[in-house]
């Protein structure tokens, strides 16, 4: 129920539930994206990424947009 309050689908609570990184990257152009804290540098380096900073903290998926 958490969940579609939330507006998420995912068969798991607890990756949602868990903190996430709102993050720019520098690949062949500019990046947005949204990870998991426990995804930080693997997401940046698995999307070519050679640049990334983080922008903001959020305590679980929703909040990060």
């Known amino acids: ?12 609570g607890s990756i949602i539930l868990t903190p996430h990184y709102v993050y720019l990257s520098k690949t062949s152009g500019l990046k947005v994206g949204v990870t998991r804290a ?11 990424a050679v ?6 903290e959020t305590p679980y998926r929703g909040a990060a947009g």
Do not use: F
Request: hydrophobic share 45%.
């Open 1 to 12: 129920m958490r969940e579609l309050l939330l507006g998420m689908k995912s068969g798991s």
């Open 38 to 48: 426990t995804q930080i540098p693997t997401r940046w380096i698995d999307q070519g």
């Open 51 to 56: 640049e990334a900073v983080i922008i903001a």
